[in-house]
């Protein structure tokens, strides 16, 4: 039987949750990565030193073979004291959610406070972002700019995510979840050659709008920010496929429990953890492309964040299986489907 084997994955955004869900969801990071960058949109947010101590115990009980890398949300009471303690803390990034934006991200960076940066004005987060520079960490955006028409909203944070860039030359900037043509262009504005990169999800590359409600609405495609046209698919694969050293994965993996989906006002997110590896797999070779999946899957990340590159292998074998319905309570992406590889799980 094929089998492939390939650097394990480094997944440079995943939800793993609290609780329960994180004791459910974290054996499928851990059965397939190398490092992961963990979101810090827990409830209560990992907005604190203290927070994300607390956190750090939680989770790292489930990991022996992944490296978490820590991550925590940037507000607008984020102090250099707070930066400081986050960096010996481990942080690798500070993510900017600007508020109201996506799941738990009450009490993330004002549009106002956002559309200040830069102007000169002795503005908290200018000192934030300035400390983010003077302790190489990284600036992670979920990239969407609230109340614009929400198929707009990634092309409206662009113009922010320009002034930052412009205002910060220092600063380093990972642009999550890429989605549309025009944030795929940016990525590759050369001006930012070294400092900016972007994160792919395996949904953006296999969905558009119409997978989420072009027939019957399908909760458990919907996510921030939503799938959208062929083109801006189109976009993001052009990218993976020129090897574009800034372009990663960010699988961007959310659980939500399944009442939590499919009821009246559905939560964002979609659970790729369980099936990562594997739709990876199918759609690089749909695309011929199968030899690309370490640069896009460890290798560019890797470098970004400057990590040491990891010894562990995970092979994958052609062998046909169906997803299952349900994985702790969760729906995950493909769930029901027949995916034609499957992660080798080590003995
Ligand atoms: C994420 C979640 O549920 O935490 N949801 C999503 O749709 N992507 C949050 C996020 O990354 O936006
Ligand atoms: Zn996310």
């Not at 961007?252 to 399944?258: K, M, N």
């Not at 939590?260 to 559905?266: P, Y």
Request: charge should be neutral; aromatic fraction near 8%.
């Amino acid at each position: 039987m094929e089998e492939i084997r390939i650097p394990a994955l480094l997944d440079a955004h995943v939800h793993l949750r609290q609780g329960r869900l994180l004791t459910a969801v974290a054996p499928y990071t851990e059965r397939c990565c190398s490092a992961a960058v963990l979101m810090p949109n827990t409830d209560p947010p990992l907005d604190t030193p203290e927070r994300l101590e607390a956190y750090q115990a939680e989770v790292r009980g489930h990991f022996k073979h992944c490296q978490p890398l820590w991550t925590f949300k940037l507000t607008e009471k984020t102090s250099l004291a707070d930066v400081v303690h986050f960096k010996k803390l481990g942080c690798v990034a500070a993510k900017l959610y600007p508020e109201g934006v996506t799941t738990n991200s009450a009490g993330g960076i004002s549009l106002d406070v956002l559309g200040n940066v830069g102007k000169g004005r002795d503005m908290p987060l200018d000192r934030t972002l300035q400390s983010l520079c003077d302790y190489s960490i990284v600036l992670s955006c979920h990239g969407e700019l609230p109340g614009l028409f929400c198929l707009d909203r990634e092309a409206g944070f662009l113009y922010h995510l320009g002034r930052i860039m412009h205002r910060f030359a220092a600063l380093r900037v990972v642009l999550e979840h890429i989605s549309t043509r025009k944030a795929a262009e940016f990525v590759t504005l050369r001006g930012y050659a070294n400092r900016l990169a972007a994160t792919i999800t395996a949904h953006h590359l296999l969905l558009t709008l119409d997978d989420v409600l072009g027939d019957k609405l399908a909760p458990h495609h919907f996510c921030k920010p939503v799938a959208k046209r062929p083109d801006d698919r189109e976009a993001l694969w052009e990218l993976v496929l020129q090897g574009h050293p800034n372009v990663f994965l960010g699988s961007d993996s959310a659980p939500h429990l399944r009442g939590d989906k499919e009821c009246a006002a559905g939560c964002a997110g979609v659970f790729t953890a369980p099936v990562l590896p594997e739709v990876l797999f199918e759609l690089f070779e749909q695309r011929q492309a199968l030899d690309l999946i370490p640069r896009f899957t460890s290798q560019n990340a890797q470098r970004f964040y400057g990590l040491t590159p990891s010894e562990r292998t995970i092979t994958v074998l052609r062998h046909g299986w169906t997803v299952p319905k349900e994985c702790a309570g969760v729906v995950p992406f493909r769930s029901g489907d027949v995916l034609s590889w499957r992660l080798v799980t080590p003995a």
